[in-house]
């Protein structure tokens, strides 16, 4: 990694990371607020049964005979279940892009490329200012909802909470990484954040309809979303081991193949 070029393109998508960090946390700290509300309200076992099983399993939320009134179910259905999953797809096509794409199409990449620093480094640079965002916004999250529970007294076992977040941060590499792939393949960053927002919500389509019904179900195989499931993680108390390790892999070969695509380019200097 190029040192000098981290530092200025992390500086250049430091209001973007401070924008999403603090607008996660406001959205966590009001829905916590609300929770202890609703909560003691007389109806609120009655208002999840009248939703369509399919509806609520394509949030996330349990179907079973009983409601369940854990945070750990509220908190999956209001944000981890559907709304984390677009946030942090929209993040990484668009840094991805930013840090890639719109650096090329400007010409901004043509003063890297044109010192003694080689493309590896350069692209290396990039992915790690990427991951950097990646883990800002997570760890954001994570503390928006330490932060807010502690406040309004609401119980809760951290550790769960942190396992959940290596697994978000796992997703949001896995997409962050094929839309870089993209933004290297493609040469204007129209193009690429096109493909990109295609493809990562094909993925997220094929989520929610494995989510609908049984007969659906093996479709969660083949989309990044499918190895995603935020109240499992949270109630059952396990580190999601496979579904890390799956998309480590998925990033690490989307990272690999860019960074192949990327020094054989035809770049501009």
Same mark, same amino acid.
């Given at each position: 990694?190029?040192?000098?070029? +981290?530092?200025?393109?992390?500086?250049?998508?430091?209001?973007?990371?401070?924008?999403?960090?603090?607008?996660?946390?406001?959205?966590?700290? #009001?829905?916590?607020?609300?929770?202890?509300?609703?909560?003691?309200?007389?109806?609120?076992?009655?208002?999840?049964?009248?939703?369509?099983?399919?509806?609520?399993?394509?949030?996330?939320?349990?179907?079973?005979?009983?409601?369940? &009134?854990? +945070?750990? $179910? +509220?908190?999956?259905?209001?944000?981890?279940?559907?709304?984390?999953? &677009?946030?942090?797809?929209?993040?990484?096509?668009?840094?991805?892009?930013?840090?890639?794409?719109?650096?090329?199409?400007?010409?901004?990449?043509?003063?890297?490329?044109?010192?003694?620093?080689?493309?590896?480094?350069?692209?290396?640079?990039? #992915?790690?200012?990427? &991951?950097?965002?990646?883990?800002?916004?997570?760890?954001?999250?994570?503390?928006?909802?330490y932060t807010a529970?502690?406040?309004?007294?609401?119980?809760?076992?951290?550790?769960?909470?942190? !396992?959940?977040?290596?697994?978000?941060? /796992?997703?949001?590499?896995?997409?962050?990484?094929? /839309?870089?792939?993209?933004?290297?393949?493609?040469?204007?960053?129209?193009?690429?954040? !096109?493909?990109?927002?295609?493809?990562?919500?094909?993925?997220?389509?094929?989520?929610?309809?494995?989510?609908?019904?049984? !007969?659906?179900?093996?479709?969660? +195989?083949?989309t990044p979303f499918?190895?995603?499931?935020?109240?499992?993680?949270?109630?059952?108390?396990?580190?999601?081991?496979?579904? #890390?390790?799956?998309?480590?892999?998925?990033?690490?070969?989307?990272?690999?193949?860019?960074?192949?695509?990327?020094?054989?380019?035809?770049? $501009? #200097?």
């Amino acid at each position: 990694m190029n040192d000098t070029l +981290y530092w200025v393109m992390l500086r250049q998508e430091g209001k973007k990371v401070i924008g999403y960090s603090l607008g996660l946390a406001l959205y966590e700290w #009001i829905v916590t607020w609300i929770y202890p509300i609703i909560i003691q309200s007389p109806a609120i076992e009655e208002i999840p049964k009248s939703f369509p099983s399919g509806v609520k399993r394509a949030f996330g939320v349990s179907t079973g005979e009983e409601v369940d &009134l854990s +945070y750990e $179910a +509220y908190i999956s259905a209001q944000l981890f279940g559907r709304i984390w999953s &677009l946030i942090i797809s929209f993040y990484g096509i668009n840094s991805a892009n930013a840090l890639v794409a719109q650096p090329v199409e400007q010409g901004f990449m043509a003063y890297p490329l044109s010192s003694p620093v080689s493309r590896s480094e350069i692209l290396n640079t990039q #992915i790690g200012v990427l &991951l950097t965002e990646l883990a800002l916004v997570t760890g954001s999250t994570l503390s928006g909802i330490y932060t807010a529970t502690r406040h309004f007294d609401i119980p809760i076992a951290r550790w769960q909470y942190f !396992r959940l977040g290596i697994l978000a941060f /796992s997703l949001g590499s896995t997409i962050s990484a094929c /839309s870089l792939l993209l933004a290297v393949l493609f040469d204007t960053k129209e193009e690429s954040e !096109r493909w990109a927002s295609a493809l990562t919500f094909a993925f997220y389509g094929l989520d929610v309809v494995s989510s609908l019904s049984d !007969r659906f179900s093996g479709l969660r +195989y083949l989309t990044p979303f499918g190895m995603f499931r935020p109240q499992q993680v949270l109630q059952e108390k396990v580190l999601p081991t496979k579904e #890390i390790l799956a998309l480590g892999a998925i990033t690490g070969l989307n990272l690999f193949l860019a960074g192949i695509l990327f020094s054989r380019k035809d770049l $501009a #200097i």
